[in-house]
């Protein structure tokens, strides 16, 4: 079993920046693909970026250039920072992590409790 803690949302004026961090922990597996999700209210929850093993990376249109993604293999976290806010950015932000179990020999998904991310002045 893998557990999934996600931290850093908080209330951000327009133009700000928050940085999110997402700690997966367990034992016996190790991480496949790392990715942020998000649900604004009444939508669909939505891909917003997400990183391999290797470092490849994939963004969303709506943040290209404004959200960076990274992760740290050693500590088995992922990072979004987050620039140049923008209301429609509010959401609740859910981080994922696709997992290989050398318990079981299968891939397994994991998903952490979210935290809300508000833009607003």
């Known amino acids: 079993q893998v557990q999934v803690v996600e931290s850093g949302g908080g209330l951000v004026q327009p133009g700000g920046s928050l940085r999110l961090s997402c700690a997966a922990s367990?034992?016996?597996?190790?991480?496949?693909?790392m990715g942020w999700y998000r649900q604004a209210p009444g939508k669909q929850r939505e891909l917003v970026a997400r990183?391999?093993?290797?470092?490849?990376?994939n963004y969303v249109d709506s943040v290209k250039g404004r959200f960076t993604i990274s992760r740290d293999n050693a500590k088995n976290t992922a990072y979004l920072q987050m620039n140049s806010l923008k209301p429609e950015d509010t959401a609740v932000y859910y981080c994922?992590?696709?997992?290989?179990?050398?318990?079981?020999?299968?891939?397994?998904?994991?998903w952490g409790q979210g935290t809300q991310v508000t833009v607003s002045s």
């Open positions: 990183i391999t093993s290797g470092g490849s990376t």
């Open positions: 367990g034992t016996m597996f190790s991480i496949i693909v």
């Open positions: 994922n992590a696709a997992t290989f179990s050398y318990r079981t020999d299968k891939v397994e998904d994991y």
